[in-house]
């Protein structure tokens, strides 16, 4: 069977799963579906719902944050509404220079909608973006 056949999980590296813990459940709201080792550090993975099944695999690892690229992105309906909540729940918003942000840290999307960057404390990038 081809790859396009199967379910894909996008995985983050953290350097502190306590720490990641904090921030992916209390600030993001996930629902964390089991934990397990990763490496040498027991009880140092979480795998998290989304959109209704497993979607996020966050491990400790010492290639924490090495990315500047945006990791992961959740496609919503209500893109303020998000913001607002993640706001809400101490989240921060990026804002580049290159590109001009509203007051919530929301800028236009290329190809048209709109889209919002946020990282985890360990600088991990991740978006919401909606069409409209």
Do not use: C
């Not at 550090?41 to 924490?64: F, H």
């Not at 729940?89 to 580049?96: E, L, M, Q, S």
């Amino acid at each position: 069977m081809p790859l396009s056949a199967h379910h894909l999980r996008a995985s983050v590296a953290v350097s502190d799963i306590a720490r990641a813990v904090t921030f992916y459940e209390g600030r993001l709201g996930l629902r964390a579906l089991r934990s397990a080792p990763s490496a040498h550090v027991v009880d140092g993975s979480r795998i998290y719902a989304s959109g209704g099944g497993p979607a996020l695999n966050v491990y400790q690892s010492v290639t924490a944050g090495t990315t500047a690229a945006t990791l992961a992105t959740w496609y919503v309906d209500d893109l303020d509404a998000i913001v607002d909540e993640l706001t809400a729940a101490g989240v921060d918003f990026v804002r580049y220079e290159q590109f001009e942000h509203d007051a919530k840290g929301i800028t236009a999307r290329a190809g048209g909608g709109r889209i919002a960057w946020f990282q985890d404390p360990d600088g991990n990038t991740f978006a919401v973006e909606a069409d409209v």
